[in-house]
């Protein structure tokens, strides 16, 4: 399988800069590490909110339970060698990269799927918090699975955001400079065209994203020219757009049923954002003296916006344990609030994440969006209609799926996407397929 994926890793002839082959290798040493912690880790005794109470509906979060058998399976079942062999049968490379506003070096880790067509459709897959790039694995894997590099229609870049995972700034730059949601944008823009997807070469790139990856996709599109469209997964209302949908644009019940889920985000589920945003220090450095307290946290997560009533495919609880074994191994979590401090600046009566970088909510060009019923942020039709217009290019609806659609559901996320692609190239002029003539 390695050597057949790794055909896809002869690069564009229209690369910039050469990028350095990079592979997932965790020293046998940080493996011990890992395991004594989760050997020493203490779990409280059961109690009213961990046990009876919680069980039925995890009201109050994970089970003590839950945890138990987490810790266990850790231990004696999981095995993070094999899952790095896997990901490590995908190319994956590390390009330096400086940002022209912010003058921060990044060091970015991205996974790919490079196309040997000359009309090859170039675009980035961008994930958010508590996820990564293994969220696409599983699509990546069916990609290879259906194309060569003779016949792949794109150039799929997968990295891992700023300062998530193998990505990271400068020590000086983490230690003094604070990340924004535009300079982390800025900076995958300039991974993009490094790689040679700007508007001389291929027309431009498009973005996909979800979760923090949506407000990245969301300024790319706003901020870069080469970025000529993109597709979400997820959306996050300002309190503007949110009073003003609600007052004038009534829903179907079925758009009701859409948002059910972020109804109940906005209500109980969004805590955790705050605590990020507002102490980012004391959750990062708490969480970062266990491996296991790490699991409760993601895991709760994880486990919340997952789809796994009705989808045929729950979340395992080994890919919830990759999440967490490439945070801990990356030692990432601290750096990953960033995207906290930009996304909650305040806490607001609506409980609505609110964004620093605007037009706030803006969406300048054209965009697709697919609705997964069991997602914490919905853009129902009816209201992306209202609020943006014929730039709301493309709609889809799902019956099942969840936050992570792309790791939990990858043939219907990639089918959403080709079909998506296949649409949007010929409007904006990506890779010779038409000539743009509208969305700009």
Known sequence: MGSVSHSFSTLPSGVKVQPTPFHISVSDSDLSQLRSLIQQAVIPPEQFYNKHANAATGKFGITRDWLVTA???????????????????????????VGPSSGQTFSLHFAALFSRRPDAIPVILMHGWPGSFLEFIPMLDLLRERYTPETLPYHVIVPSIPDYGFSTRLPSDCALAELTTDFAAEAMNELMLSLGFDESSTGGYVAQGGDVGYALARAMANNHAA??????????????????????????????????????????????????????????????????????????????????????????????????????????????????????????????????????????????????????????????????????????????????????????????????????????????????????
């Not at 850790?74 to 190319?91: C, G, H, M, T, V």
């Not at 994440?353 to 697919?370: L, T």
């Open 71 to 97: 810790r266990d399976h850790w231990l004696n079942k999981y095995d993070w060698r094999a899952q790095e062999s896997f990901i490590n049968s995908f190319p994956q490379f590390q390009q330096t990269v």
């Open 227 to 440: 970025c000529r469209a993109s597709h979400l997964n997820m959306f996050m209302f300002t309190p503007d757009q949110w009073a003003a949908c609600q007052t004038t644009e009534p829903l179907s019940e079925r758009e009701e049923r859409l948002m059910s889920g972020t109804r109940a985000w906005m209500k109980q589920g969004s805590a955790y954002a705050y605590e990020h945003g507002t102490r980012p220090s004391t959750i990062a450095l708490t969480l970062g003296t266990n491996p296991v307290a790490m699991l409760a946290w993601m895991g709760e997560k994880f486990v919340e916006w997952s789809d796994n009533v009705y989808s045929a495919t729950p979340l395992t609880l080994d890919q919830i344990l990759d999440g967490v074994s490439l945070y801990w191994f990356s030692g990432c979590f601290g750096r990953t609030m960033w995207s906290y401090r930009a996304l909650v600046p305040e806490i607001g009566a609506t409980a609505v994440v609110q964004e620093k970088e605007g037009p706030a909510g803006s969406v300048q060009k054209p965009f697709g969006y697919s609705a997964f019923p069991v997602e914490i942020g919905m853009l129902p039709r009816t209201w992306g209609k209202k609020l943006f217009g014929d730039r709301l290019v493309w709609y889809r609806e799902h019956e099942v799926g969840g936050h992570f659609a792309a790791l939990q559901q990858p043939r219907e996320f990639l089918e959403d996407l080709e079909s998506y692609l296949a649409f949007i190239a010929p409007m904006v002029g990506i890779a010779g397929h038409g000539n743009a003539k509208k969305g700009n």
